[in-house]
């Protein structure tokens, strides 16, 4: 977590120039988000996130990312949103890359989400996919099940020096999904990586959901069962009370389908496989001079291996 | 810039516990300082920075540091102060580190200071030496004049691969010093390290000196030589509009003597020196995990060159 590309005071001025948020009162990179810059920004009128969008994201992705959250904001959903410029733009240009200029949501996430706040979790999610539905734009799930197979096959011959056996579970899990994934789930705007770092509390209450720059189309319950994999797992295993809290919260707002229960596992499975694929991937492409350091892809093996034993929807508290 | 020690939220709870600073609305790692690990704490009482002590400040020099900030925010200086506990203490321990809870101060620093930014940033030192005068701990100055010499044996063999010459001007400028540092001058509690990123300004008065941990008794007029450094360089050279506007506004708080104006080449000279040095250090020694760039020393290289030049002090404007 780094300030990858720097802003000095004086560039922010003339960016400020084209905003209507009033004067700086103070201004600091802050340690956010593995992709891109973000800088807080207090000034007379509020508190703002500058970020900066550094190469994983990509501009032609931001009239989907920016204009989600304006419309998510719209309906209610507490998230950032992004202030636009006197031009009416969603984002400008500073130091060779699109920035924008996004509310501050007040609200820490926290490292061990207890029950009360697996709950308030899903309900937050089942409102993001209510409150999405609408959304115009569309945008493909880059990480999705089509991606699997040609990413692990780019990582196997690296993957057995990260842990023995992880050539074995990849495989065992890409053989399982193979011809089993679920496509005819309903579909919609999907967060993709609500992970307990990207949900702002306040007490017990969720203030706000962050970082969307993974949202896209895809099944609503895949973003549920991305959340059992963030939410659930304990040092010691998986926490069958905490997914029961979160599910059940989940459908109080949102109703699941049959089809959607049965397929949790398989779901799930894809899920533990998706953050184990892309963590391997960051940590055998890592660069040492990179001002952030990989994420442990061993703890996503662990829980693959629980999904792929799972034998019914009623292990996860369904 | 980067958070070295994580801490999470129930971490900084149980930390909270023994302050009395409200309850937490925002919790940050900012990019703040190349030595700690640094947060931005928003609460409903005010806004506050913790800091990790990482291996680069030693807690034996905690006394020192934090009752110095004390000590000034007293005396009317804007600086950082400490937030004691319930039990009184300036720091208590968190993540196997020593942590600070210290005030936060607005405003923001700037990356090109202009002529009255330095004027301001000069009254602003000669108001920091006052206001150390009668502050009753010492610390000796771990990086001067007295450890020049054997910190550039160190690191001669590998600086001409840094660039060319640099080894022969070192050298240069070690013989110069030799035998003609000038000891005798006023001493006092001196910053030792007032860059524009140590200095806050709102509009263009100065809001806050930050970042103490290079603090120590050494010769005030040194603490100005090393402003002369990090002030008044531009990208051509040596600006002397700057330089005057800087070390008169530091004269009409705290009269030059004779001896401390005869002495600013030499002070000069050793203040590139030591930055020279020590980024040269921190670049040869860079371990390529850490979360932070080294900084450049070839711009030392020609500051030292410039004042390796300099005739008399009225090359700085005096």
């Known amino acids: 977590m780094a300030v990858y590309t720097d802003v000095s005071f004086e560039e922010l001025e003339i960016l400020l120039a084209d905003y209507r948020v009033g004067a700086p009162l103070s201004f600091k990179g802050i340690a956010e988000g593995v992709e891109n810059s973000n800088f807080f920004l207090q000034t007379d009128k509020g508190a703002f996130i500058l970020t900066l969008y550094e190469k ?8 989907f990312f920016l204009g989600l959250l304006e419309h998510l904001s719209a309906g209610g959903i507490a998230c950032p949103q992004p202030v636009r410029n006197v031009k009416g733009a969603q984002w400008s240009t500073l130091n060779r890359r699109p920035a924008a200029l996004l509310t501050f949501l007040t609200g820490v996430s926290l490292r061990r989400p207890d029950v009360k706040h697996c709950g308030a979790a899903g309900a937050a999610l ?3 996919h209510a409150a999405g539905a609408d959304f115009p734009l569309r945008r ?4 999705g099940a ?25 495989d065992e899990a890409l ?8 496509h005819n789930l309903p579909q919609g705007v999907i967060h993709a990586d609500l992970f307990p770092d990207n949900v702002l509390f306040m007490d017990s209450k969720v203030s706000g959901l962050i970082d969307f720059y ?20 304990e040092r010691d295993g998986f926490n069958v009370t905490k997914s029961r809290a979160l599910v059940s919260a989940y459908r109080k707002t949102r109703a699941l389908s049959d ?16 953050f184990l694929l892309t963590r391997l991937h960051d940590l055998i492409n ?20 629980f999904h792929l034993r799972v034998k019914s929807p009623t292990e996860y508290g369904l």
């Open 126 to 128: 089942a409102a993001l």
């Open 259 to 274: 089809e959607e229960i049965d397929a949790l596992p398989r779901l799930a499975t894809g899920a533990a496989l998706r």
């Open 56 to 63: 994983r994201v990509r501009e032609a992705d931001l009239p």
């Open 286 to 305: 890592h660069d040492p001079m990179a001002l952030v350091r990989p994420k442990d892809p061993r703890e996503f093996a662990k829980r693959l291996r």
């Open 175 to 182: 053989r399982k999904l193979d011809g089993h994934w679920p």
């Open 214 to 233: 993974f949202a896209c189309d895809d099944a609503f319950a895949y973003d549920l069962a991305v959340m059992l994999n963030a939410w659930c797992f």
């Open 140 to 143: 493909q799930n880059a990480l």
């Open 146 to 170: 089509q991606s699997w197979p040609n990413l692990a096959h780019s990582l196997l011959d690296q993957a057995e020096g990260v842990q023995i056996g992880l050539r074995k579970l990849v």
